[in-house]
C-alpha cells in the first residue's frame, strides 16, 4: 500500500472547516483513499473513502486531486468533539488498514 | 447504528496466562480483524479472517496468538501464554465485503502482571 504523509499537528477554532491535506504521491491506480478518526483510546472511527472522485457524508468531505497524489478532509463545522487523530490511509479494494501517525486536530472553542 | 462490540472493556492478566478477547461484529458483516495499539504507539494490524479461515496476518501474530469464530455472532483472539508486551489496547473490526470500510469497537485493554 502507498505511504502517506500528514502533519503531525493541526488547530481549528469552533464552528470553522478544518481542512486536513494528506500526501499519497506514490498511490496506484486500484487504491483508495480512506480516513478514519481516533478519538482518545477508543477504537478508529471510519469518516470516508474516495477512489478519484470527491465524495461527501454527513460527517465530511474528501477532495482528492485530480492527479491523485493528494487530498484533503473537510470538516465543515468543525466542534471540540470533532478533536482527535486523523489518520488518512491508502489501501488496494481489500485487506489490512496501515495506519500511520495521523494529524492531531484540536478544535479551539 | 449498528456496531462492534467488544468484552472485557478491561483485562488484567498474569504472566504466562491464557487470554481470550471477545468481539461482536456487525451482523451482516463477512470480515473480521483484529488490530492492536500499545500505548502511545500506532494502531497495527494483526489478522483478518474471512469464510473461517486466517485470510492475512502480520509478523506479530505468531504461534501464541489464534483466532476463532466459535458461532454466528462471537469473533475471538486467543493469547495463549501472555508476556509483559502483549499489553496493548485490542481492536476488533468488521466489514461487509473485503473491500468496504472497516468498522471498530471500542477496544479491550489487555494489562499483563
Known amino acids: 500500500d502507498a505511504k502517506t504523509t500528514q502533519p503531525t499537528s493541526m488547530d481549528c477554532a469552533e464552528g470553522r472547516a478544518a481542512n486536513l491535506p494528506c500526501n499519497h504521491s506514490?498511490?496506484?491506480?486500484?487504491?483508495?483513499v480512506y480516513w478514519y478518526r481516533q478519538i482518545h483510546s477508543q477504537g478508529p472511527q471510519y469518516i470516508i473513502h474516495?477512489?478519484?472522485n470527491n465524495e461527501t457524508n454527513e460527517m465530511a468531505s474528501l477532495i482528492i486531486t485530480e492527479d491523485r497524489k493528494s487530498s484533503t478532509l473537510i470538516l465543515p463545522h468543525a466542534t471540540l468533539r470533532d478533536t482527535a487523530v486523523y489518520y488518512c490511509?491508502?489501501?488496494?479494494?481489500?485487506?489490512?488498514?496501515?495506519f500511520g501517525s495521523g494529524t492531531q486536530l484540536t478544535v479551539l472553542p | 447504528e449498528p456496531e462492534v462490540t467488544q468484552t472485557p472493556s478491561h483485562q488484567v492478566t498474569q504472566m504466562g496466562q491464557e487470554v481470550i478477547l471477545r468481539c461482536v461484529p456487525i451482523s451482516n458483516h463477512l470480515y473480521f480483524y483484529w488490530y492492536r495499539q500499545i500505548l502511545g504507539q500506532k494502531v497495527e494490524f494483526l489478522v483478518s479472517?474471512?469464510?473461517?479461515?486466517?485470510?492475512?496476518k502480520s509478523e506479530i501474530f505468531d504461534d501464541q496468538f489464534s483466532v476463532e469464530r466459535p458461532d454466528g455472532s462471537n469473533f475471538t483472539l486467543k493469547i495463549r501464554s501472555t508476556k509483559l508486551e502483549d499489553s496493548a489496547m485490542y481492536f476488533c473490526?468488521?466489514?461487509?465485503?473485503?473491500?468496504?470500510?472497516?468498522?471498530f469497537g471500542d477496544g479491550t485493554r489487555l494489562s499483563i502482571l
Open positions: 506514490t498511490i496506484s491506480g486500484n487504491e483508495y
Open positions: 490511509i491508502v489501501r488496494a479494494s481489500g485487506g489490512q488498514l496501515t
Open positions: 473490526a468488521s466489514s461487509r465485503q473485503g473491500g468496504q470500510p472497516q468498522h
Open positions: 479472517f474471512y469464510n473461517n479461515e486466517i485470510s492475512e
Open positions: 474516495g477512489l478519484k
